[in-house]
């Protein structure tokens, strides 16, 4: 799949605070994501985001 900064991708699981949309805000061979809910800022490797992926919508 092709990422870019700035889109907003739903994850399978859902975050503890209850939002499963998410920000990209940096990509490469890791993923910096930030939750939309909570605005927690995680780092998840490329295999992982690319498996969990559930949908896409760019800003």
Known sequence: MDF??????KLKKQHPCGSSEWEILRTGADFRLRCLGCGRQVM?????????VRGRRTL
Request: aromatic share 0%; glycine share 6%; proline share 0%.
């Open 4 to 9: 870019e900064t700035g889109d907003i991708i």
């Open 44 to 52: 998840l490797s490329r295999r992982d985001v690319e498996k969990n």
